[in-house]
T-cell receptor
Framework: AQSVSQHNHHVILSEAASLELGCNYSYGGTVNLFWYVQYPGQHLQLLLK??????LVKGIKGFEAEFIKSKFSFNLRKPSVQWSDTAEYFC???????????????FGSGTRLQVQP | AAGVIQSPRHLIKEKRETATLKCYPIPRHDTVYWYQQGPGQDPQFLISFYEKMQSDKGSIPDRFSAQQFSDYHSELNMSSLELGDSALYFCASSPFLGENTEAFFGQGTRLTVV
C-alpha cells in the first residue's frame, strides 16, 4: 500500500541545535511533497512544498527540505532551531487513489519536536 | 486572499447527538477534502468531493455522511456521536489535485463529544 513514513516520533533538541526530520514515501510515480507544522491546538500551516525542479526547497521560518528521488525521501532540515519551533511536524504526499486515480494528501504520523531553551 | 472557511470553530455535543460541520472552499476550487485528526494523531483522510460529486472515500465511519452543494460548500454530517469522534476536523480545498497543485486547509472544527 502507498504510505508516508516519519521515523522520528519525538525529537528533543536544545536551542541552536540543528534539526533533520526524516520522511519517506512508497510510490513509484510522480508525487508532490509537503511539510506542515502544527502548533499545539492549532491548524496545519504549510512550511514548504516540492513540485518539480531544484530538489532543495526553502520554506518559511528558515526551514528547507531535500527531495531525493532515488531514496523516496523528503527530509526536513533547519540549521539552528529556536524554542518557538516546538510543534508537531507532518510530512505529506499527494498519492493517487487506486480506483479513481485522483489524488489526496496522505500524511505521515508526525514528529513532535520539543526545543529546550 | 480568500481562504478555506470552516464553521463552527468549536463544537461540544453529547453522545448519540448529531453534528454538522461546514466548509467553504476557496473560490474556483472544485475539490474539497475532509480530514479527521484525533488527539496526538496524524490527519486521516475521510472523504473528498470533486465537482459536487463524491470522489474518494477514506476511513469515514458509516455514521458520517457528507455532500457538496451547488455553491461548492461542503457539509460533514455526523450522527450517533461517540466519545471517540472527539477530534479536530479539517477541510481542505484545491483545484483538481493533480501534479503541481496543492490543497489549502481551513483552521478546523474542534469537536468535543461528552
Amino acid at each position: 500500500a502507498q504510505s508516508v513514513s516519519q521515523h522520528n516520533h519525538h525529537v528533543i533538541l536544545s536551542e541552536a541545535a540543528s534539526l533533520e526530520l526524516g520522511c519517506n514515501y512508497s510510490y513509484g510515480g510522480t508525487v508532490n511533497l509537503f511539510w506542515y507544522v502544527q502548533y499545539p491546538g492549532q491548524h496545519l500551516q504549510l512550511l514548504l512544498k516540492y513540485f518539480s525542479g531544484d530538489p532543495l526547497v526553502k520554506g518559511i521560518k528558515g526551514f528547507e527540505a531535500e527531495f531525493i528521488k532515488s531514496k523516496f525521501s523528503f527530509n526536513l532540515r533547519k540549521p539552528s532551531v529556536q524554542w518557538s519551533d516546538t510543534a508537531e511536524y507532518f510530512c505529506a504526499v499527494t498519492l493517487p487513489f487506486m480506483d479513481t486515480g485522483r489524488r489526496a494528501l496522505t500524511f505521515g504520523s508526525g514528529t513532535r519536536l520539543q526545543v529546550q531553551p | 486572499a480568500a481562504g478555506v472557511i470552516q464553521s463552527p470553530r468549536h463544537l461540544i455535543k453529547e453522545k448519540r447527538e448529531t453534528a454538522t460541520l461546514k466548509c467553504y472552499p476557496i473560490p474556483r476550487h472544485d475539490t474539497v477534502y475532509w480530514y479527521q485528526q484525533g488527539p496526538g494523531q496524524d490527519p486521516q483522510f475521510l472523504i473528498s468531493f470533486y465537482e459536487k460529486m463524491q470522489s474518494d472515500k477514506g476511513s469515514i465511519p458509516d455514521r458520517f455522511s457528507a455532500q457538496q452543494f451547488s455553491d461548492y460548500h461542503s457539509e460533514l454530517n455526523m450522527s450517533s456521536l461517540e466519545l471517540g469522534d472527539s477530534a479536530l476536523y479539517f477541510c481542505a480545498s484545491s483545484p483538481f489535485l493533480g501534479e503541481n497543485t496543492e490543497a489549502f486547509f481551513g483552521q478546523g472544527t474542534r469537536l468535543t463529544v461528552v
